[in-house]
């Protein structure tokens, strides 16, 4: 399931329209990503949480080339799966 997919699923559950359901989402979204910009932690119930993971500055090598290259620091998001939604992928609810 794509983003359109996923608009096209609440537009038609909840007899919206495309529009509607399209800033919904995007303000879901928005409201996600304000949070992890400011090191925030998104939790939802039953299917798992969202945080940001920060990496220290390294010295990499280009495969391609060999040659060494420094990587800044960076931050990173992290999806961490919750036990309910592992269990209905595994088959167990």
């Known amino acids: ?10 537009a038609k559950k909840n007899n919206l329209t495309n529009q509607v359901a399209t800033q919904i989402i995007d303000l879901i979204f ?6 992890l910009k ?3 932690r998104i939790e939802i119930r039953g299917l798992g949480s969202f945080t940001v993971r920060n990496y220290d500055a390294y010295t990499g090598r280009n495969p391609k080339t060999g040659k060494t290259t420094n990587v800044r620091p960076k931050k990173l ?4 799966v ?3 939604l592992k269990k209905r992928v595994d088959g167990g609810l």
Do not use: A, R, W
């Open 1 to 10: 399931m794509n983003k359109s997919d996923l608009i096209q699923e609440l």
């Open 30 to 35: 928005d409201g996600f990503t304000d949070t």
């Open 38 to 40: 400011n090191d925030g």
């Open 77 to 80: 998001p992290f999806f961490k």
């Open 82 to 84: 919750g036990k309910e």
